[in-house]
C-alpha cells in the first residue's frame, strides 16, 4: 500500500493503518531504534510506541514522508528511552561514542536545548550537509541520525572501515569550520 492511503486510512481513524504502517516500515522503524538502544524487545517496544504516537499526530499532522514521519518518531523515542535507561548501560555504548565524537564541533545536548540557537543549528548543519557530497553526507547521517556503529556503515556501503572513519573525521571537521564562519559558537 502508498502511503498516501496508509495517511489517508490514518485521517480516516481506520486502525488497519497502523497495521499497513508496520509492514511497510516497521522494520525499517526496528532498525532505527535497535541501533539506538541495542535491545531487541525495547527496539520492538518502541516502535509499537511510535505506530501509537503516529496514530495520535495524524491528523492533524500531514506528513509529506510517511517513512521519515515514523523513523523521526522512532528515534525521538528510542532516544528517550535510552535517556530513561541511561543506568542500565543499554545503547552498546554506541550513543555515547557517537555523541562524544561530535563534542569538539556541536555545543552539548544540554547547551542546546537551552539555548534559543538551537532552531538556528538544527538548520545550519542542514546547510552544511547539503553542501557535503552524497558519500560524506551519507556517512554523516549513518553514523550521527541513526547511531550505526562505523562497522555497520562500512559493510553496508561497501567501505573499509578506515574510509568510514576518515569520512566522518573530515566531515566533522568541515562542520566545525562550516559553523564558526556562520558564526555559530562552538
Request: hydrophobic fraction near 40%; include cysteine; aromatic fraction near 10%.
Amino acid at each position: 500500500m502508498d502511503d498516501g492511503r496508509i495517511t489517508e486510512l490514518f485521517n480516516l481513524r481506520d486502525e488497519t493503518a497502523i497495521s499497513e504502517a508496520n509492514t511497510k516500515y516497521g522494520a525499517y522503524c526496528h532498525t532505527v531504534a535497535f541501533n539506538i538502544l541495542g535491545d531487541k524487545n525495547d527496539a520492538e517496544e518502541t516502535v509499537s510506541d511510535a505506530l501509537f504516537k503516529a496514530w495520535q499526530a495524524i491528523p492533524p499532522a500531514k506528513p509529506k514522508s510517511l517513512g521519515a514521519f515514523l523513523a523521526k518518531i522512532t528515534r525521538n523515542s528510542a532516544l528517550n528511552k535510552l535517556e530513561r535507561d541511561t543506568a542500565k548501560k543499554r545503547g552498546n555504548g554506541e550513543i555515547p561514542l557517537a555523541i562524544s565524537e561530535l563534542d569538539y564541533c556541536v555545543p552539548s545536548d544540554h547547551c542546546t536545548e537551552a539555548s534559543s540557537d538551537a532552531r538556528r543549528l538544527g538548520e545550519l548543519i542542514n546547510k552544511f550537509l547539503g553542501l557535503q557530497s552524497r558519500e560524506y553526507r551519507i556517512v554523516f547521517l549513518k553514523r550521527y541520525w541513526y547511531m550505526m556503529p562505523i562497522s555497520e556503515i562500512a559493510k553496508d556501503l561497501g567501505f573499509t572501515e578506515s574510509k568510514v572513519k576518515t569520512a566522518l573525521m573530515r566531515t566533522r571537521n568541515a562542520l566545525k569550520e562550516f559553523l564558526e564562519r556562520e558564526d555559530f559558537s562552538v
